[in-house]
């Protein structure tokens, strides 16, 4: 296993909900409090909704090791298909025997129960999860549910969670009785690229990593393949892990990360990323290749202009205007050229390396030259 070779006590990134790994950041920390809140203030219906895989039930797995020992928590991982099934799931979490198979019975049987549960300093939360598949004949149900009173007290606390069809659902006029009765809702969007940066960190620093483990490579990888969704992010970083830790490697880098792609189907997404990265970094060089002009030899630019008569006749040299023209001429060409190696052999630095040092030795025999030094 590759937590003893990466110095872990525990694996960060295994996709089960676990409230010690709860990153209270951005839509989490809000909904959470929003969650606890309403429970203390028993309101009654809320509403979680947001894409799959945005951590959802882990939300639910911290409110649930959050909440008191007098909160009674019952859990449904999905929606029954009929009200009958619900209000019979119901008594039996209850433990109690209806005296009639009726709905109003039934649904009398289940408020006196929970009026004992209120005398006796306790109450109760129903969660249902994936209520995005859920029929309008259990919406119902919780709609009667939900009108379950003593005063003005909530009987039954519920928390619905789904995802984001389950608001379309809600928006259909016939539903707009029991919308009315949600006391509030909220959406769970994907990470932020910061936020998803700050998850992998947070679960690794979890998971007890005391140094540096991913590369800024593989973590802007993972970051822009996931698009921000926590068991993408997971999945994607659990098997970058074991593919450095089988390849022997004391990090998660690039390589590590395409590999892992590759193996959970996001090789495109890291493709597509190094593709665009690469032009990006290729048009910024070319921007400041063409924007970049040679400067003039120190040399040639401090020293003073004189003119052919102002200039000292040495009688062993005559000045021979015709040969100037066709040095600087020499030169011009062998700049031109000068310029063509380097952008050819823009990946070779030894070769521009003895381009350079040939040109500086040209400007210099050239400046002797027609200087008369």
């Not at 029929?135 to 789904?162: A, F, P, T």
């Not at 990360?257 to 193996?263: K, L, P, S, Y």
């Not at 823009?346 to 381009?355: E, R």
Request: hydrophobic share 40%.
């Amino acid at each position: 296993m590759y937590t003893h070779h990466f110095s872990l006590q525990s694996l960060p990134f295994e996709n089960v909900p676990d409230p010690a790994y709860f990153f209270d950041q951005g839509d989490y920390s809000r909904v959470f409090s929003r969650m606890i809140d309403s429970l203390w203030a028993g309101r009654g219906l809320m509403v979680v909704a947001g894409p799959i895989g945005t951590g959802k039930t882990t939300l639910c797995q911290k409110l649930m090791a959050s909440v008191s020992e007098r909160t009674r928590i019952i859990w449904l991982g999905e929606p029954p298909d009929t009200s009958e099934d619900l209000l019979l799931f119901l008594t039996q979490e209850f433990h109690i025997s209806p005296g009639s198979p009726s709905r109003i019975f039934v649904l009398r049987d289940i408020k006196e129960h929970l009026i004992k549960l209120h005398d006796a300093g306790n109450s109760c939360l129903l969660i249902m999860d994936e209520v995005h598949k859920i029929s309008d004949d259990v919406l119902e149900c919780i709609r009667l549910l939900n009108n379950l009173e003593q005063g003005s007290i909530k009987l039954i606390q519920m928390l619905l969670l789904g995802q984001e069809e389950f608001l379309v659902t809600l928006s259909r006029p016939e539903l707009e009785s029991f919308k009315q009765r949600i006391a509030w809702m909220e959406t769970i969007g994907k990470m932020t690229p910061l936020q998803t940066h700050e998850y992998i960190t947070h679960r690794l620093k979890i998971a007890g990593s005391q140094s540096r483990i991913f590369t800024d490579d593989a973590m802007e990888a993972i970051i822009i393949a996931t698009r921000g969704t926590p068991r993408l992010v997971n999945a994607f970083c659990d098997r970058a892990l074991r593919v450095s830790y089988e390849a022997n490697k004391t990090i998660v880098d690039l390589v590590s990360v395409r590999r892992a792609a590759d193996d959970i189907g996001l090789g495109t997404e890291v493709f597509l990323w190094l593709t665009n990265r690469d032009k990006k970094a290729a048009k910024i060089a070319e921007s400041e290749a063409s924007s970049i002009k040679a400067p003039p030899s120190p040399a040639m630019s401090s020293a003073p202009k004189r003119t052919e008569s102002a200039r000292p006749v040495d009688k062993k040299r005559p000045v021979d205007a015709q040969r100037d023209v066709s040095h600087w001429s020499v030169f011009t060409i062998v700049n031109v050229l000068f310029d063509k190696t380097l952008g050819r052999f823009s990946d070779h630095p030894i070769v521009q390396l003895i381009a350079s040092i040939l040109l500086c030795a040209a400007s210099v025999y050239f400046f002797i030259i027609n200087t008369g030094m």
